[in-house]
């Protein structure tokens, strides 16, 4: 699996959008970018995938460059309950080595 | 409740006992992966079944570490003559073969060698 990027730790309003960035500039084709997050003493939870069109559900928007080297997950109206680790994964959809490789995150602070 | 469950949720234990965790996986799903996480690191893939099929083992996972799924439902981690450095949140996941990157996580069981 590919290696990403991601800033240590951000801070954002509530109320405005956070805009979590992510580069994996050595994504092969057909590796998806995948994100989680993981509120204090929680498991991870999924959020959001994409292969390289813009994908947007109930939590969250994914922005994927158009070389794909680069994205950025956008939450809308940040709330306090946002304030999270933010993992950005780069993997193959369904492949044989499965184990999503969790780096070390964004640590999203959300103020009041 | 039909997410993932495990138990205990925490265990301390003196170095040199066995510890075994139990993972019960959302029913559906024939995927089941363990990680472990310490403090500060995000969670490491130790390794994962497809049924009862224990298909990728991590070299994080060492002889003294085992885990089963023995009738491709609940599955338990064991480890054997702890160490200190086993303390960490043991995290369980599962997840459909439809959606195998669509992990879907348990609370984890913290496990404190003294």
């Known amino acids: 699996d590919a290696k990403t990027t991601q800033p240590t730790s951000m801070d954002c309003a509530e109320g405005r959008a956070a805009n979590l960035p992510c580069n994996h500039s050595t994504i092969s084709g057909n590796e998806y970018v995948y994100w989680y997050r993981q509120i204090h003493s929680q498991g991870p939870q999924y959020i959001i995938h994409g292969l390289k069109n813009n994908e947007t559900n109930e939590m969250a928007s994914l922005i994927i460059t158009e070389d794909r080297k680069s994205s950025t997950l956008i939450l809308p109206h940040a709330t306090l309950r946002d304030t999270a680790v933010y993992y950005c994964?780069?993997?193959?959809?369904?492949?044989?080595?499965?184990?999503?490789?969790f780096g070390k995150g964004t640590h999203l602070i959300i103020q009041p | 409740d039909t997410g993932v469950s495990q138990d205990p949720r925490h265990k301390i234990t003196k170095r040199g006992q066995n510890v075994t965790f139990r993972c019960d996986p959302i029913s559906e799903h024939n995927r089941l992966y363990w990680y472990r996480q310490t403090l500060g690191q995000g969670p490491e893939f130790l390794t994962y079944?497809?049924?009862?099929?224990?298909?990728?083992k991590s070299r994080l996972l060492s002889d003294r570490f085992s885990a089963e799924r023995p009738k491709g439902s609940f599955s338990t981690l064991e480890i054997q003559r702890t160490e200190q450095g086993d303390s960490a949140m043991y995290l369980c996941a599962s997840s459909s073969l439809r959606a195998t990157g669509e992990l879907f996580f348990g609370e984890g069981s913290r496990l404190t060698v003294l």
């Open positions: 994964i780069v993997r193959v959809a369904g492949g044989g080595a499965d184990g999503l490789t």
């Open positions: 079944f497809q049924n009862e099929a224990q298909l990728e």
